[in-house]
């Protein structure tokens, strides 16, 4: 049943809407949503809630026309007010003459009729220019007030008026809400005619040759690809963009084959879009509108040898064809369940679940464009031909129905939604494997100028001196020394620097001195160019995979340039590695493919083990010695491994060790039958490993040599042959610091010590110690703030430090030289809010902390010292605020008596036919001039001597006057001065 349009009241309140008000009905929608609007604002609310809460107003125009015309009416009138005060307050000039007489006064004092003047000079003569006076400051006194009160009636009805007036707009608004809705929807109706009769598409023919037959179905693919990451061309200038598509076409026609990477179909349709990434052009302007059109659809069709790029005015998304969570993601909302975001699914009818229907409308919509957009290529052009031929005989498929492809002659391949996922170990964690093996000695090569500085800024510097070139992304650097966690590269400058000379003049010319770049493992444009997985081979696969791709623009350049130079370095080395090769072949007797792999892996063995960048000659005997040697080792080790694999052992040692250490980081075989078993010592560090090491029998469970506790890792083990690997070992700190973090047994050596060296340095034993790891281990011990406070706590912080000869130990010198820091104990400045709570006096007992010594007495003293402190305090607060509720009746009555003589000032200025305006005219009076004498909150005041003598006699006060209370105090032996006469009469009320 539908609503009768107009206005209707209010029967039951609601949040916004109070019982009796009116409100206009708008529409009710499909959806069974009934749209109202109050004054100037628009509200949404059930069929069933409106019903049960309005009632039809059959006169409700009338009453809202009545409201409009009558708030109309009270302006036009309370405007005319406004103006008639205005003109009495201009008419009003008030002057006196020579003698002292009101010279005139005009509009509102006129005399009262047959008055005659006065005698000059008289007693009469001065009470009647007095009284006139009070009328003249009455009459002005009154207009103002009437003006003020006027003014906000004024504003009020202005108010009303303009809500009213909105109410109308509103209401306006409301109605053309589905009006627009209808005509967007036939916007979107003529657009979609328009994509399907190719209005405006481009058409390019890329290559052309003999056509698929009819019998190729045509696949669609679902995934729509990016250009800019499929091609990879202008990486130089941070990738293609919707400017520079035709490049994408020539990178297409340049290799054919190339279509097969993405396209392997005879007959089908792929998506592009220029690139989904960002690209900036230096102009917000310009990168706002080329981002936009970066993200247009472009429809690569393949038909046979025939290959076409058609451009709509379409923006597609990242699917041509929906999937399955498309649709069932609009029916879930995201909520906190137990602490955790979860999705549930919407309640059918409530208005979410109504929008979100509304959206799988839209989205149901926007698809079946694009299947009208590839069916009016198929109607109108001949990309698809030959095709099936229908029951008319005309080559044609229907995209949108369901009965060509249940024959099998249109398929969708759903390569977004149904794809498997790669188990091959990805880029990022290739980079930071092979990054983690970084050593002095070796090379990196990359883009350094994306180099960031971690924690100190992503833009700060890192190149020493400042402002010198950064090394081309062509130009591999030695890593020469550590500063920290930083490996420091030096290059030599080839850039002119001004310099002084030794007259004082300046002159350019090249630098005398190298530059130096700080490197992280962790820098994403940076790769370690000498490490043996760094090979043609394995980088030409990360080239070559798809899923790789959304890192095209650090991951691309990077490969592409370590796999020039690799070619650079194999090709220089060729004469020395066939060399090898041939002596593999004719004094170990391998064959080509297997000398060949062995010499190539020997010369990179030799090179990284002395750390040569250099390459090898023909002529270099010593080094060919070294190479044959490393050969052998090399072919021995592999035969070694092979066999072990074969015979089963690594499976049998990785079992028993895995069982042996199960919060092992990394499993490996050393060589020989020597394994390890590397497992960290804290949850929290990379610093600290426990290497225990095995020795393998034939047959059996492997037999434990020794364990080495506490050891730092070195980048042997990154060279044994690992049977089992956890993150964590990628990520490990080789060759870590140990400066500031002790092992297990020099921290055991430091919660020892801590009490007799705390102890020494503070001078007396400390209310309590513990140890912390946050932000670096360190001691902290407690106690009182005898300079400050006794009731508070002062904190000293022990940093341990290694001595020369490698031990830990806290420092031994005096307190003053420790750094300290203070804290109020209800303060607790140093704890989070959680260890507020549960700490509340000992900030030792919070989580982060280990009590390594609490002093029992000592700490049982400072507590009962406090609570003493807190109790002292509550009974000062206790007295303060009976003190203060024992004055305020008397500072009422000082206060009562001043705004008295404030009236009677009035009434004699004004007169007393004024005495209607004094409620506004004490609005306006400042009351600096109020002052309490002898009534304020100091200790030693007479007043308050007494209370508190009468306080503690527990007399009451109720009845007396300040004179009898301080007669009764004196009685008591309190040492009360006198006070005022004014404070003295005062009296308490009863």
Known sequence: MSFQPGHYAAVEGTQYIQV?????????????????????????????????????????????????????????????????????????????????????????????????DPEPGGDSALVTTTSKLQQVRSAALSINVRVQRTQDLVNDKRKVIERLTSEALTATRALLKPIQEHVKKLHEVVWTLELYAGSREEIHHLLSGAPAPDTEPLVIRQGVLSMAEESAVMLDDKGMDSESIGRFDAWLRAKPERLDLFLPERKGVVAFVARWDGKDYGNPLVTNAVRDANTYTHFLIRNGENVYRISADFKSGRTLVPSHADFMELFFAEQWVDGNRVKVPLRPGSREFLEAEKKAGDLQRHYYRVALILQGLIDRTAVFHPLPEDEDGAQR????????????????????????????????EFLLRVNSGMEVGRRVIGDFSRTSSGSYGEHAE?????????????????????????????????????RRGARGRWDSGPSKTRASIKILPTDKSILLLDHP??????????????????????????????????????????????????????????????????????????????????????????????????????????????????????????????????????????????????????????????????????????????????????????????????????TWWFRASTKGVPTGPELDAIKAQAV??????????????????????????????????????????????????????????????????????????????????????????????????????????????????????????????????????????????????????????????????????????????????????????????????????????????VAEALTLARARGADVPDVSPQLADLRWPL
């Open 756 to 961: 007799e060296r705390a102890t020494a340095l503070l001078g007396q034993a400390p209310l309590a110690l513990a140890l912390t790891r946050r932000g670096g281990y360190s001691v902290h011990a407690w106690m009182p703030d005898e300079r400050r406070d006794p009731n508070d706590l002062r904190v000293y912080h022990l940093t341990p430090y290694r001595t020369e000869d490698g031990t830990f130990q806290l420092p031994r010198r005096g307190p003053g030289t420790c750094y300290t820091a203070e804290f109020n104990p209800r303060q607790r400045w140093h704890l989070s809010e959680a260890e507020r709570a549960v700490t509340p006096e000992r900030p030792w007992l919070a989580e982060r902390f280990e009590v390594l010594y609490v002093n029992g007495p000592a700490c049982a003293a400072h507590e009962a010292l406090v609570t003493q402190t807190q109790e002292r305090t509550a009974a000062r607060t206790a007295r303060y605020l009976a003190l203060k509720d024992l004055r305020q009746p008397l500072r009422d009555q000082v206060e009562a008596a001043w705004w008295d003589a404030q009236r009677q000032t009035f009434l004699r200025e004004y007169g007393a036919a004024s005495a209607h305006l004094w409620a506004d005219h004490k609005k306006s009076v400042k009351t600096d001039t109020l002052t309490f004498p002898g009534l304020d909150d100091r200790e030693k005041t007479p007043l308050n001597v007494a209370l508190n003598a009468l306080l503690d006699a527990e007399v009451s006060v109720s009845g007396l006057s």
């Open 533 to 730: 997985d760094v090979t043609e081979e394995a980088l030409t696969d990360f080239l070559g995979r798809r899923s790789e791709r959304d890192q095209y623009l650090t991951m691309i350049p990077l490969l592409k340039t370590t796999i020039r130079t690799l070619r650079a370095e194999r090709e220089a080395q060729a004469p020395f590695t066939a060399l090898l090769a041939r002596y593999a072949q004719e004094q170990l007797g391998e064959d080509e493919a297997t000398a060949q792999d062995l010499a190539a892996a020997a010369v990179t063995a030799y090179r990284t083990r002395y750390r040569l960048h250099r390459t090898l000659p023909v002529e270099d005997a010593a080094a060919f010695q070294g190479c044959v040697d490393a050969l052998g080792t090399l072919r021995d080790s592999r035969a070694d491994r092979q066999a072990r694999r074969d015979c089963g052992e690594y499976a049998r040692v990785l079992a028993a060790l895995q069982a042996a250490h199960p919060e092992a980081m990394l499993i490996a075989h050393r060589g020989g039958t020597e394994y390890v078993a590397v497992t960290p010592h804290r949850e929290t560090e990379q610093v600290y490993a426990s290497i225990s090491t095995y020795r393998a029998p034939k047959s059996g469970i492997p037999v434990l040599k020794g364990t080495e506790d506490w050891r730092t890792l070195d980048h042997s083990l990154r060279r044994a042959e690992a049977l089992h690997v956890t993150p964590r070992f990628l």
């Open 20 to 116: 009796g008000n009116r409100v206009r009905f708008i529409r009710m929608d499909e959806d069974g949503m009934v749209t109202f609007v109050r004054m100037d604002s628009s509200y949404t609310m059930s069929e069933a809630d409106f019903r049960r809460q309005f009632q039809f107003l059959p006169d409700g125009e009338a009453r809202y026309l009545a409201e409009l015309t009558g708030a109309t009416t009270d302006l036009s009138k309370l405007t005319a007010e406004l103006v008639t005060l205005s003109m009495q307050l201009d008419s009003v000039k008030i002057g006196l003459d020579a003698g002292g007489n009101l010279g005139g006064v005009q509009a509102l004092l006129a005399g009262a009729a047959g008055d005659s």
């Open 397 to 428: 498929v229907v995209l949108t129905t369901e009965a060509d492809y249940a024959a099998g002659r249109v398929r969708v391949l759903e390569d977004v939604s149904m794809a498997l996922s790669d188990p091959r170990e990805t880029f990022s």
């Open 462 to 498: 890192r190149v020493t001196p400042k402002g010198a070139r950064r090394p081309t992304a062509d130009e591999p650097v030695v890593l020469e020394s550590r500063n920290g966690p930083y490996f420091v590269a030096r290059y030599e400058r080839k850039e002119e620097v001004f």
